[in-house]
């Protein structure tokens, strides 16, 4: 008898699937676990194979359309049979079905039940996710999807990372045994680097789209302004919902107290990604993440770097001792850092700061202003409808409410933590609270990643921050020099440092400083969400040889005093 190929639910998310291509046509024969069809799902393309053998008796779905899970796209059977028989009742079962959607569909008295303003990640993915609870959602995008991360901020300028990653490594094959590469010949086409940026830039970009378009998000491309509590205007048409979470993101801070003078190169990090030449020199205003990264790029591509920083250590969100750590590798490669350096302004190319009582000043042919984000609210007219401010940054409570309570605001607009990640997650709590949950927003467990080479990690308190809160803490350390994956990587600096409640073993902060420490943090952020002990981590078995097991081993220094392997 004949079988129906419906399209598959491929993942706990997937509600909708877009026809890649046939493998075969009306007519052919396919044996069962053949590839029949390939599907495109959430960013993904995926072969699915025939559940039975037989010939393809009929196609409903073309290639480049979409369809919802289990929805009938095809028939295979014995040939001459005929595929309505077994169609009728899918067709008869859709037809009944219609009619409540469209009762459903007129119970609000809004537009709809969720609008999302900005398509950055916390905007896209809280707007998929309200679509996925049964709301009614839309989105406002003025820009670009995907925001400043895809756009001008962590996508970008992780793909420059990898290629200045890449160039060192290039140079420095013979360690490995790799012969005959004449590394005075070796360099990198700015032009080339910047068009594979903007490769993986559109990917992720036009995943985005196709994302919000399969979970039926309704895309309002302009600016949105709010003209009431429950009304917003987009390109001169209003649009109302029950609820908004807005989701603007931030701006590149400029800092009003650094007078610029003169003929002056300063530039943003929106500019610095974009670089088509590198100059020979370049001054780093802020020793903080973007700026310690970018001094990373350039330093590897043979630019002389200059960090100006005003705090005592760069990273000074991360744990000293990590921090300084990074430091001394940093210099190594030959960069110099000035910290507690108060930079008085810029003239020309000079950039004129104070440090220990001094006037002094560094030349360079860039400039890179690297202080800071602040939260985007421009056009917005939030002010305008009521809704309350921190400083520059909309007030919320820890269900990301405004003072408006069908108003949410998620991301960097909230100035909370200014992290992907963190967006989407406070997306997430507003869109629970949105459908009658009450899980609350905290702040303490989440995960940072620094792009350099070793990469750094952390999560939780540092050491002083453990130490000012009065907790009696023992402070396990193993250092990547005695991992052998780390030796294998050719690169062993770096350390595991666990910090834990003396007397329960509660873990307080986890900071890593090696090779792949950006991709291990993540079972520190699932072992702390579930209340895990140190003895409790020391019970699971990390895998050999991997960097992963000097997390095993800094839990071990922790809780008994002493590791295995130093």
């Known amino acids: 008898m004949a079988e129906v190929i419906i399209m598959p639910k491929l993942g706990f998310n997937m509600d909708e699937g877009e026809l890649v291509k046939w493998h075969k046509q009306v007519g052919d024969q396919v044996a069962k676990g053949e590839v029949l069809f390939e599907i495109n799902t959430d960013k993904t393309t995926m072969p699915v194979e025939a559940t039975c053998a037989g010939t393809v008796l009929k196609i409903m779905l073309s290639e480049g359309e979409a369809a919802e899970v289990f929805t009938p796209i095809a028939v295979v059977g014995e040939a001459g049979e005929n595929p309505e028989n077994v169609l009728g009742t899918e067709v008869k079962a859709e037809e009944e079905a219609e009619p409540a959607k469209e009762i ?47 756009n001008e901020g962590c996508i970008p300028t992780k793909t420059l990372i990898r290629t200045a990653n890449l160039y060192s490594e290039v140079k420095e094959a013979e360690q490995f045994g790799v012969m005959g590469i004449d590394v005075s010949k070796v360099k990198v086409d700015m032009e080339k680097l910047q068009q594979r940026k903007q490769s993986v830039v559109h990917t992720l970009v036009s995943g985005v789209e196709g994302l919000l378009r399969r979970n039926k998000v309704t895309i309002l491309n302009g600016i949105g302004a709010f003209k009431d509590e429950h009304t917003v205007c987009v390109e001169e048409k209003e649009y109302t919902s029950e609820n908004f979470i807005i989701a603007t993101g931030s701006n590149v801070f400029m800092p009003p107290f650094i007078p610029l003078e003169g003929d002056t190169n300063v530039i943003t990090s929106k500019e610095a990604l974009d670089m088509k030449e590198l100059p020979k020199t370049i001054a ?15 330093s590897h591509l043979g630019v002389k770097v200059t960090v100006l920083e005003l705090m005592e250590n760069i990273l000074p969100m991360v744990d000293e001792e990590v921090s300084g750590m990074v430091k001394t590798r940093m210099e190594k490669n030959g960069v110099v850092f000035y910290n507690s350096a108060k930079v008085q302004k810029v003239k020309d190319k000079s950039v004129m700061y104070e440090l220990d009582g001094k006037e002094l000043s560094v030349e360079a042919d860039v400039v890179l202003m690297a202080v800071g984000r602040v939260a985007n609210t421009e056009g917005l007219n939030a002010e305008g409808i009521g809704i309350e401010f921190d400083r520059k940054a909309i007030a919320v ?33 507003a869109v629970e609270h949105i459908c009658g949950g009450h899980h609350q927003m905290s702040y303490e467990r989440i995960p940072s990643c620094i792009y350099l080479d070793p990469e750094v990690a952390s999560i939780g308190l540092t050491e002083k921050q453990a130490k000012e809160k009065g907790y009696d803490i023992n402070i396990g350390r193993f250092p990547m020099m005695a991992n052998g994956k780390s030796l294998v990587e050719g690169d062993s600096d770096g350390l595991v440092k666990i910090i834990i409640e003396k007397e ?21 952020a699932v072992a702390m969400e579930l209340e895990a002990t140190a003895e409790e981590v020391l019970q699971a078995i990390h895998p050999h040889p991997t960097v992963s097991e000097a997390i095993g081993e800094g839990f071990m220094s922790a809780f008994y005093g002493k590791a295995i392997n130093c």
């Open 284 to 298: 780093i205003i802020g020793g903080g993440v973007i700026g310690i990264e970018f001094a990373h790029v350039f």
């Open 504 to 524: 329960l073993g509660e873990i307080l902060g986890v900071h890593l400083y090696g090779k792949h420490v950006t991709d291990m943090i993540g079972e520190i």
């Open 104 to 150: 459903i569909e007129e119970k609000s008295g809004y537009d709809y039940d969720v609008i999302v303003i900005g398509a950055g990640p916390g905007g896209y993915e809280t707007a998929i996710k309200a679509a996925q609870l049964g709301k009614k959602t839309a989105i406002v995008e003025a820009k670009h999807f995907g925001g400043v991360c895809l």
């Open 397 to 429: 409570n820890d269900y990301m409410q405004t003072n408006i309570p069908h108003i949410y605001a998620i991301g960097d607009v909230n100035g909370k933590v200014m992290l992907a990640h963190t967006a989407s997650h406070e997306g997430f709590v």
